[in-house]
Nanobody, 125 residues
Framework: QVQLVESGGGLVQAGDSLRLSCAASGRIFSRYTMGWFRQAPEKARDFVAAISQDGSSTYYADSVKGRFTISRANAKNTVYLQMNSLKPEDTAVYFC??????????????????WGQGTQVTVSS
C-alpha cells in the first residue's frame, strides 16, 4: 500500500518562498513518475508539476513555470516542490501524487492513483 506524506506548507507573504516535501513508501519509489497538484477552495484539482522516474524530465503548468521547481531524491524516497515568488493565486491545498504505472513519464491526473493528504499553502498579499 502506497503512503504519501506531504509537509512544508504554511502561511507566507507574496514574493516569499516555500519548499514542499513528500515522503513516499510502499512501492519502489524510483520506478514511478511523481507529481504535484493543487486545489483552491471551490475549484477543481489542477496539475502543477511532474518529474520522471530518474528526474531527467520535468513538466510544469504554465502558471508556475519559472517560479516552481520539482525535484526528487530517490535514495530518500522523497519528492520536493520548491516554490519561489509566491503569489496570492498560488493559495491552495497541495497534493503529492504517484503514477499508477512505471512504464512512462506522465502528466495526466488520471494516470496518478496514489495521493497524499495535502498540505495547505496560503499566500497573503
Amino acid at each position: 500500500q502506497v503512503q504519501l506524506v506531504e509537509s512544508g506548507g504554511g502561511l507566507v507573504q507574496a514574493g516569499d518562498s516555500l519548499r514542499l516535501s513528500c515522503a513516499a513508501s510502499g512501492r519502489i519509489f524510483s520506478r514511478y513518475t511523481m507529481g504535484w497538484f493543487r486545489q483552491a477552495p471551490e475549484k477543481a484539482r489542477d496539475f502543477v508539476a511532474a518529474i520522471s522516474q530518474d528526474g531527467s524530465s520535468t513538466y510544469y503548468a504554465d502558471s508556475v513555470k519559472g517560479r516552481f521547481t520539482i525535484s526528487r531524491a530517490n535514495a530518500k524516497n522523497t519528492v520536493y516542490l520548491q516554490m519561489n515568488s509566491l503569489k496570492p493565486e498560488d493559495t491552495a491545498v497541495y497534493f503529492c501524487a504517484q503514477a499508477s504505472s512505471h512504464d512512462s513519464f506522465t502528466v495526466l491526473s488520471g494516470d496518478f492513483d496514489s495521493w497524499g493528504q495535502g498540505t495547505q499553502v496560503t499566500v497573503s498579499s
